[in-house]
Nanobody, 125 residues
Framework: VQLQASGGGLVQAGDSLRLSCAASGRTFSRNSVGWFRQAPGKEREFVAAKFRSGYNIVYADSVKDRFTMSTDNAKNTVHLQMNGLKPDDTAVYYC???????????????????WGQGTQVTVSS
């Protein structure tokens, strides 16, 4: 399984970015998928996740109402639309996939076996 994340960049506070994560070797629709981020000196934290097809997407409180996760099954790609970006959103963003995560652990990065390489998002004030 390979995950390729893209779309990061340097933006100003209030701007928007759209991250993408393309998968090969396994389909998102049959697996759980999540977005996580890691800022310098901090642990990797949950951003958004979907527990398999048919389940609602959950968001971290810090990004709720600003970020939207979506899946394009035809292209086997997951997107993270980020609006109203803040300097605190600065981090390396990772997409991840798991076929074995249980529902209650879908926001735990340790539950995911497959990771993309990460894409840097920097938000200036």
């Amino acid at each position: 399984v390979q995950l390729q994340a893209s779309g990061g960049g340097l933006v100003q506070a209030g701007d928007s970015l759209r991250l993408s994560c393309a998968a090969s070797g396994r389909t998102f629709s049959r697996n759980s998928v999540g977005w996580f981020r890691q800022a310098p000196g901090k642990e990797r934290e949950f951003v958004a996740a979907k527990f398999r097809s048919g389940y609602n997407i959950v968001y971290a409180d810090s990004v709720k109402d600003r970020f939207t996760m979506s899946t394009d099954n035809a292209k086997n790609t997951v997107h993270l639309q980020m609006n109203g970006l803040k300097p605190d959103d600065t981090a390396v963003y990772y997409c991840a996939m798991s076929s074995t995560v249980i529902f209650s652990e879908r926001t735990n990065p340790r539950s995911y076996q497959h990771w993309g390489q990460g894409t840097q998002v920097t938000v200036s004030s």
